[in-house]
């Protein structure tokens, strides 16, 4: 079964710094897809940023973007500049591709706190 | 722009009513989902649906039962409520099984 880690359940930064998360998976698939999904305080999961196994080049959405290492099953989230508005629960998820697995399976997620 | 839509933010249910937790897309995504949300466990699938009338369990079934009659609405029915389904249930859409998933704003449900 796949699994995701995240080892940081909380992490803060300094607002206009930069700051890392890191997620590790466990898969025997060769292709398969990683996302970040950001979860403000109350309000709606949305998707930051989305990588595809196959594709070599690291994914980037602005000032977001991933160190994706496909040996190390790794999987970290850099947020540069970081705004008040980054404070949020982060997850990092998989998902295989193709077959009939239409599971995504997510980390326990990071709390994130932006301090001004 | 996509817009998933739970019935109610907030929940008080007593212990044995049975719950009905709805979800409405507005995109016609053939997939849609059911996560339960706990502090320190993440986002834990209890079942999917990749078509009208189809169903799959996900990790955590038990106690849980869904419907999906029509392409835009996914039910997920708490058939007997225990204290233990005390929880953030956060419904989900997609076109593929690949593709990003649409969340709604959850449901924040307490059983007494």
């Known amino acids: 079964a796949q699994t995701v880690t995240q080892s940081q359940p909380e992490m803060s930064v300094q607002e206009a710094e930069t700051v890392t998360l890191s997620c590790t998976y466990d898969?025997?698939?060769?292709?398969?897809?990683l996302f970040w999904y950001k979860q403000p305080p109350s309000r709606q999961m949305i998707l930051v940023i989305r990588q595809e196994a196959y594709k070599q080049q690291n994914a980037t959405e602005n000032r977001f973007s991933v160190n994706f290492q496909k040996a190390a099953k790794s999987f970290s989230l850099k947020i540069s500049d970081s705004q008040l508005g980054d404070a949020a629960m982060y997850f990092c998820?998989?998902?295989?591709?193709?077959?009939?697995?239409?599971?995504?399976?997510f980390g326990k997620g990071t709390l994130l706190t932006v301090n001004p | 722009d996509v817009k998933v839509t739970q019935s109610s933010r907030y929940l008080v249910k007593r212990t044995g009513e049975k719950v009905f937790l709805e979800c409405v897309q507005d995109?016609?995504?053939?997939?849609m989902f059911w996560y339960r949300q706990d502090p320190g466990l993440g986002l834990r699938l209890i079942y999917f649906s990749y078509d009208v009338k189809m169903k799959e369990k996900g990790d955590i079934p038990e106690g849980y039962s869904v419907s999906r009659e029509k392409k835009e609405r996914f039910s997920l029915i708490l058939e007997s409520a225990s204290t233990n389904q005390t929880s953030m249930y956060l419904c989900?859409?997609?076109?593929?099984?690949?593709?990003?998933?649409?969340f709604g704003p959850g449901t924040r449900l307490t059983v007494l």
């Open positions: 989900a859409s997609c076109i593929t099984s690949t593709d990003t998933q649409y």
């Open positions: 998820a998989y998902n295989p591709r193709g077959g009939s697995n239409y599971k995504l399976t």
């Open positions: 898969t025997s698939e060769s292709d398969y897809y």
């Open positions: 995109m016609d995504h053939e997939n």
